[in-house]
């Protein structure tokens, strides 16, 4: 399956901590890469050291300095991209609003199929925060999100992660199973064994009836050739997720943002987002949408 991944970069160590998973994911899915760097307001305003009006002219020249500053650094990350022998193109876009143009381009760029960025990177006056920048990007783009997160520290060449295992949590219900599409996509590329996870509140509570389903949702993957193993868990619904995913040694977590009917929920804002602010390890996103 072609697709293209958008990766939105600020200039930043701590934004480019994502482009591992995503070479690793376009190599796997014969994707190619947009690279795109936004640059506000805010950050040409922060190139002007004067706090008076500043001529027009000025102005235009400091702008056009950004602009090019922010397309030379985009081709030196491409460079180091194709000689992994990867399909990339990149792009500098002026816009009042990061996430509003990142997900615009992701809405009207052919053949968008994953926006992948860390929760948060500093360069300039941007700011890459999830609850912030990413968490717009999630609720109004139209494709999943690959989150991961970043701390920062010094710049290392790009290299792939390897895909072996992939947590994918389900709560009973068709909405968080809408994951399962993603989950698919990228086991059937990467020969990775996927792992269902159902969390109930208490032993006993539901427990037998989790082990049913998940069992079911394996046997209808398995008819795909691929290797699945299923995980029940007791107690906070996060926390297990996280727990089980490195008991595993996964290299992912796939997940749907919301789900709101069977046997526990997953919801932007508390358990999705929990498992990404906590997890050490990457998350992919799927925007549930309701049936």
């Not at 199929?113 to 609850?131: D, E, K, N, P, V």
Request: with cysteine.
């Amino acid at each position: 399956m072609t697709r293209r991944i958008l990766i939105p970069l600020d200039g930043s160590v701590t934004a480019e901590a994502v482009l591992p998973y995503a070479t690793s994911l376009a190599h796997a899915t014969n994707a190619s890469l947009l690279l795109l760097r936004i640059v506000t307001p805010g950050e040409i305003s922060q190139s002007l050291f004067w706090k008076t009006t500043i001529p027009a002219e000025l102005r235009r020249e400091w702008t056009e300095e950004v602009l090019t500053r922010a397309n030379v650094y985009l081709l030196s990350v491409a460079d180091r991209l194709r000689s992994m022998e990867l399909q990339v193109v990149f792009d500098v876009q002026p816009a009042d609003d990061a996430a509003a143009a990142i997900v615009a381009r992701a809405e009207h760029e052919t053949g968008i199929g994953l926006i992948a960025m860390t929760t948060h990177g500093y360069g300039g006056a941007l700011r890459w925060a999830f609850g912030s920048v990413a968490g717009k990007v999630l609720h109004a783009a139209p494709t999943p999100l690959l989150v991961v997160r970043s701390d920062g520290g010094a710049r290392a060449p790009v290299t792939e992660v390897t895909y072996r295992t992939l947590c994918v949590p389900l709560d009973g219900s068709p909405v968080a199973e809408q994951a399962l599409a993603e989950a698919q996509l990228i086991a059937s590329s990467t020969g990775a064994t996927l792992v269902l996870i159902s969390v109930v509140p208490r032993i006993g509570d539901g427990s037998d009836e989790a082990r049913i389903y998940l069992e079911q949702i394996a046997e209808q993957l398995r008819v795909h050739q691929l290797e699945v193993r299923i995980r029940t868990a007791e107690g906070s619904p996060a926390g297990q997720i996280i727990a089980v995913a490195e008991e595993e040694n996964a290299d992912l977590i796939v997940m749907a943002t919301h789900g709101r009917t069977g046997l526990q929920h997953l919801w932007l804002g508390s358990v999705a987002s929990k498992v990404v602010h906590s997890a050490s390890l990457p998350v992919l996103l799927v925007r549930a949408r309701n049936s």
